[in-house]
Structures are given as C-alpha cells and as structure tokens.
C-alpha cells in the first residue's frame, strides 16, 4: 500500500499471509500438501499401501510421560493445513486432530510415564512409545516414516527422516495427533497437580514450574533424573 504526503511517498508492506486472497492461501496450502504427499507417492507408486507416520512428543519436560503417535493416513487424502505440530496454534492443532482421526485409516498412541524415563532413559523411552504406537495400530502398517529416529526392533521397512514433521504429511499428522494426546494429558494433571501449572507449561521447565517445585517439593508425575542437576536432595 502507497502512502503519499506533502513531498514524500512511503511503502508499508504487508505480511504475505495477509496480502493474499482466500483463493491465494488455499492454492498455497495445496501445494505444500502435495509436497508433503511426495514421500509417501513414491511409495504408493512402489506398491505399498498402508504407511504409517510415526512422532513423538515430550522428550523435553521435567514432568509427564512422553507421548508417539502412529498414523495411516488414506492415500487420497486431502485435509489442507497439516504440519508440524510446533508451526500450529493450540486451536489449529484441535481442528487438526479432529479431522485426521476422523479420515485416517486408524491411528493409535503409546504412552511411556515418567518412572520408566527414569529408568531407561528418554531416548529409550521415546522409542518404546514409538514401538508400542506401532503394535496398537488397527492395520500393521507395510511402511514406516519416523521423525528422525529408527526403530529396529520393529520388523517392518522403515525409513527415519530428520525434521521428517515438516517434509511427510504421515509424520506431520501423528505429531499432530501425539501432541494435542499429550496436551490434554497435562491439562487433566494440572487439576490434580495444580501447583505447577502444567495447563500453561505442560511439564516443561518455566519459571512458574520450578516456583511450584520449590515452594511444594515434587509430585508423582516429575522425572527424577531431569531434575538432579536442580536439585541435590533428588
């Protein structure tokens, strides 16, 4: 938009977002889906027909267990918008989730607490719940895409995709799917747990949290060994 004064003439621009018309972002839109359909085209060109994107989510907080997802996902499927689920607001995430559970094929969730992170470790933790996501699935998927990771004690084809939740609309969905599991997760704690805020935080360490953790100790849910740098007394 031009702005003209006396003997001066200035430009304001517009974020992209907002300069485009309707059709504009949804062609957008389209066309990031496609991109993100790419993986997954190869492999239904290749004769596979049930993939299933697999994400993880709450490797970082000091409290609650770590979530994964496992989703297949039609190969015709068209929902416009999914995306790593860190790129999305709470509410985008919500209207997300309804709509792939609701297209998907099937998807499932494994669920690892915290007395076992504390005990094998996250990342052996994180994979557990990968593992346990797979088994639950309602069809035993004849691919699998992971975010970044592999799983080799799961005796199907794989394929571990470094920011794999911003490249394959199977990994963007169940990271979508694990972290809106995970988030209402935490908001059910917080009403046991209120203390620690983890309706804001879910379980991450925020200024709030670690007040809550001073002033009440820990609860049941916190890992111990993410806090024993913190706290000598753990």
């Not at 694990?178 to 059910?188: E, Q, S, Y």
Request: proline share 3%; glycine share 6%.
């Amino acid at each position: 938009q031009d702005y003209i004064g006396k003997d001066l003439v200035w430009r304001v621009k517009l974020p992209v977002e907002e300069a485009m018309t309707k059709e504009e972002r949804e062609k957008k839109a389209r066309l990031k889906l496609a991109e993100m359909k790419q993986i997954e085209e190869e492999l239904y060109a290749g004769g596979v027909r049930y993939i299933a994107g697999i994400d993880e989510v709450g490797r970082g907080p000091l409290a609650g267990p770590v979530v994964a997802a496992a989703v297949i996902l039609p190969a015709d499927f068209d929902v416009i918008g999914v995306d790593d689920s860190k790129k999305l607001s709470e509410k985008k995430r919500e209207e997300l989730y309804a709509l792939i559970t609701e297209h998907a094929v099937c998807y499932s969730v494994g669920v690892i607490d915290n007395v076992i992170i504390d005990k094998v470790n996250i990342l052996e933790a994180t994979k557990l719940a990968m593992k346990q996501a797979v088994e639950k699935l309602g069809t035993t998927p004849e691919y699998i895409l992971i975010d970044a990771l592999t799983l080799k004690d799961v005796a199907i084809p794989q394929r571990g995709i470094v920011k794999g939740d911003s490249l394959s609309v199977s990994i963007a969905a169940a990271s979508i799917v694990a972290k809106v599991t995970r988030d209402r997760m935490m908001d059910a704690y917080h009403l046991q747990y209120p203390h620690y805020c983890f309706d804001q935080n879910k379980g991450y360490g925020t200024k709030a949290h670690y007040e809550g953790i001073d002033c009440h100790g820990t609860c049941e849910l916190h890992r111990r060994s993410f806090l024993k740098n913190h706290y000598e007394k753990l």
